[in-house]
T-cell receptor, first 115, second 116 residues
Framework: GAVVSQHPSRVICKSGTSVKIECRSL??????MFWYRQFPKQSLMLMAT?????????EQGVEKDKFLINHASLTLSTLTVTSAHPEDSSFYIC???????????FGPGTRLTVT | AQKITQTQPGMFVQEKEAVTLDCTYD???????LFWYKQPSSGEMIFLIY????DEQNATEGRYSLNFQKARKSANLVISASQLGDSAMYFC?????????????WGAGTKLIIKP
């Protein structure tokens, strides 16, 4: 099956610093990648959709200047949380979709804690 | 109105019994797709099964089957012979044809606990 990796799996950072999370499709080319945020015991909340070589499309209410998304290649997308604050602490999970395919394959997620 | 409804926040099932997780959906599209994902406590979302709106047969993948009732707009997941490792959150999701990126609309999830 399709494999998506995500790094780091856990990160603790101080308030005001920036954190970069990488999402890689290991055995397929990801035309589209999605970034989600998940609060405890809740469903996934889509933050943004990115297509390779294009600017990401952000969902309503998601600050694009705070959550910078780059999808520079067909196998890599990054999410940078800039000037992180404790309220940004959450589980961030990416997924990737191959061109022509319906299903999204997910990375293992990144647990971000901002102190 | 919610597009994906999972009415069971939690379920307890005895090991080896069959489990049905409910999912109803709302769409005006003729072409759409329904997914089920499993999320164990580790957090990773695992794709289980997919059903397209035009598929005539119910989808099956090993112990998983999707009971697709188009007229009732339901897409229930059936797990046969449940195992302890099936304990997890289960999410139903839908893609609509109008979205070229195939974004998924997610249900709230059902927490399934298998009892030994």
């Amino acid at each position: 099956g399709a494999v998506v990796s995500q790094h780091p799996s856990r990160v603790i950072c101080k308030s005001g610093t920036s954190v970069k999370i990488e999402c890689r499709s290991l055995d397929f080319q990801a035309t589209t990648m999605f970034w989600y945020r998940q609060f405890p015991k809740q469903s996934l909340m889509l933050m943004a959709t990115s297509n390779e070589g294009s600017k990401a499309t952000y969902e309503q209410g998601v600050e694009k200047d705070k959550f910078l998304i780059n999808h520079a290649s067909l196998t890599l997308s990054t999410l940078t949380v800039t000037s992180a604050h404790p309220e940004d602490s959450s589980f961030y999970i990416c997924s990737a979709r191959e061109q022509g395919a319906y299903e999204q394959y997910f990375g293992p997620g990144t647990r971000l804690t901002v102190t | 109105a919610q597009k994906i409804t999972q009415t069971q926040p939690g379920m307890f099932v005895q090991e080896k019994e069959a489990v049905t997780l409910d999912c109803t959906y709302d769409t005006s599209d003729q072409s759409y797709g329904l997914f089920w994902y499993k999320q164990p406590s580790s957090g990773e979302m695992i794709f289980l099964i997919y059903q397209g709106s035009y598929d005539e047969q119910n989808a099956t993948e090993g112990r998983y089957s999707l009971n697709f009732q188009k007229a009732r707009k339901s897409a229930n997941l059936v797990i046969s012979a449940s195992q302890l490792g099936d304990s997890a959150m289960y999410f139903c999701a839908m893609r609509e044809s109008m979205d070229s990126n195939y974004q998924l609309i997610w249900g709230a999830g059902t927490k399934l606990i298998i009892k030994p």
